[in-house]
């Protein structure tokens, strides 16, 4: 993990209050995994850095993109930023999804709202090892809707909303594809949807990334603690440092 003000090459909003961010620099040659994430210092202003997830690596460009949607002040302030600007970044943070899968083997993709970006850059590093990837994306409505061509060229798709304004309407879970030839799923989103598909794909091997509010994202604060289960044993992890993936029976879900 490294300190350094990377440079916007592309900024664009994609979505109903969702925005496109690639930044260049250092960074993405150090990206190890996808589901880590970088802390964005948006300016001096705003003291806490923002976690965002890291949804594509271009190792040709030396770029990251990240897709982020405003959630308050400091993210509606880094709307503002235009293509050649410097942004203080610290990252590649976090240990992401181990991509072990092998060729010929199944993957369900889960993800709700903004825990979308980080499984495409998943999704992606999966078709390359010749897996065949599965994903069911949630969202609010049809405004929200974004990568859905992307993960379409990368395998099947299905999609929710809660409005029912595109795909299907509900949640996720109501949406998953049959089971019977997934070896392995990876889901990430609010936390009340990983509770859910826990509970749905209990049995199933599975890997599940945390959302969590962060504050200093090295694991440093324990801003970010979250109990485990009696067979996990560890009493807690931190999301930041010990995740943000996790296996689903490590971690107690509230
Ligand atoms: Fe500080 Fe995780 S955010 S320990």
Redesign the pocket.
């Known amino acids: 993990m490294i300190r350094e003000w990377m440079s916007i090459v592309n900024h664009q909003e994609i979505a109903s209050q969702t925005y496109l961010l690639e930044l260049q620099g250092e960074i993405s040659s150090l990206v190890k995994r996808p589901g880590q994430f970088v802390h964005i210092q948006v300016s001096s202003q705003y003291f806490l850095r923002r976690p965002v997830s890291i949804a594509d690596v271009s190792p040709v460009k030396g770029t990251i993109t990240l897709l982020y949607k405003v959630m308050g002040d400091g993210t509606e302030a880094l709307t503002n930023k235009r293509i050649g600007d410097k942004l203080d970044i610290v990252g590649p943070g976090g240990n992401g999804f181990p991509v072990e899968q092998k060729e010929g083997e199944e993957a369900l993709l889960i993800g709700g709202g903004i825990g979308i970006p980080p499984l495409y850059y998943l999704a992606k590093q999966l078709t390359a090892r010749g897996v065949k990837v599965n994903s069911v994306l949630g969202y609010r409505s049809k405004a929200d809707l974004f990568y859905v061509e992307e993960f379409k060229a990368l395998g099947s798709v299905q999609l929710t909303t809660n409005d029912g304004s595109a795909g299907k309407q509900g949640f996720v879970t109501d949406a998953l594809p049959s089971l019977a030839n997934i070896d392995q799923y990876y889901t990430c989103g609010p936390s009340i949807m990983l509770k859910n598909v826990k509970k749905k794909l209990d049995g199933l091997p599975g890997y599940i990334s945390i959302e969590e509010r962060?504050?200093?994202?090295?694991?440093?604060?324990?801003?970010?603690?979250l109990e485990t289960t009696e067979s996990c044993g560890k009493g807690y992890v931190?999301?930041?440092?010990d995740g943000p993936v996790f296996r689903p029976e490590e971690v107690v879900l509230s």
Do not use: L, N
Request: glycine share 18%; hydrophobic share 45%; charged share 5%.
């Open positions: 962060m504050g200093c994202g090295i694991g440093a604060c324990f801003a970010c603690v931190r999301v930041c440092s």
